[in-house]
T-cell receptor, first 112, second 116 residues
Framework: SQQGEEDPQALSIQEGENATMNCSYK?????LQWYRQNSGRGLVHLIL?????REKHSGRLRVTLDTSKKSSSLLITASRAADTASYFC????????????FGQGTTLQVKP | GAVVSQHPSRVICKSGTSVKIECRSL??????MFWYRQFPKKSLMLMAT?????????EQGVEKDKFLINHASLTLSTLTVTSAHPEDSSFYIC????????????FGAGTRLSVL
């Protein structure tokens, strides 16, 4: 079952602007991850944040996690046209089965 | 990095036929693989967990007789859509947890199935 809600569902920005996507989840987690999917392709892992972490950076990506609110955000700074894709959050449960439950995704369009 | 190969990338078949999709871990062993289904502009829905040497674990609502999963080796899992119908048309994606960081999934490129 899908437990994640993401907003916005779609986001359109100009190149150079920042893009922020939010994700909420319902159950206890071991970690939360963000993935990117180009149209008609598989997913690529971007970043993982553990349940005991609050913020993490990787290049132009910044992820925050608020376990009290069961929410996370992904910030892409200085966006590029090549960032155009769908972005999904995924949670790994605290039972650590390896299964990931994906959010509904945010479709990002970066206009050149 | 870990590479997962999925084949075929696209298949068109007639209603009533069966279609097999392969998912291979190319440079690592995967005792577990996951199969997802994705509808247009929607999220990934986990269908089943494929376990090497044992039966797959299906998610609630997924017909095990319809979607046969075989994980006969440490690098190969197959999903067979049996007696396919137009409503089975979808994008199917497999993934495998990588070495070390087991929660990070490496995904195949997906298979677009169209049933006529």
């Amino acid at each position: 079952s899908q437990q994640g809600e993401e907003d916005p569902q779609a986001l359109s920005i100009q190149e150079g602007e920042n893009a922020t996507m939010n994700c909420s989840y319902k159950t206890s987690i071991n970690n939360l991850q963000w993935y990117r999917q180009n149209s008609g392709r598989g997913l690529v892992h971007l970043i993982l944040i553990r349940s005991n972490e609050r913020e993490k950076h990787s290049g132009r990506l910044r992820v925050t996690l608020d376990t009290s609110k069961k929410s996370s955000s992904l910030l892409i700074t200085a966006s590029r046209a090549a960032d155009t894709a769908s972005y999904f959050c995924a949670t790994a449960s605290s039972s650590n089965t390896g299964k990931l439950i994906f959010g509904q995704g945010t479709t990002l369009q970066v206009k050149p | 990095g870990a590479v997962v190969s999925q084949h075929p990338s696209r298949v068109i078949c007639k209603s009533g036929t069966s279609v097999k999709i392969e998912c291979r871990s190319l440079d690592f062993q995967a005792t577990t693989m996951f199969w997802y289904r994705q509808f247009p502009k929607k999220s990934l829905m986990l269908m089943a967990t494929s376990n090497e040497g044992s039966k797959a674990t299906y998610e609630q609502g997924v017909e095990k007789d319809k979607f046969l999963i075989n994980h006969a080796s440490l690098t190969l899992s197959t999903l067979t859509v049996t007696s396919a119908h137009p409503e089975d048309s979808s994008f199917y994606i497999c993934s495998a947890p990588g070495r070390g960081a087991k929660n990070i999934q490496y995904f195949g490129a997906g298979t677009r199935l169209s049933v006529l």
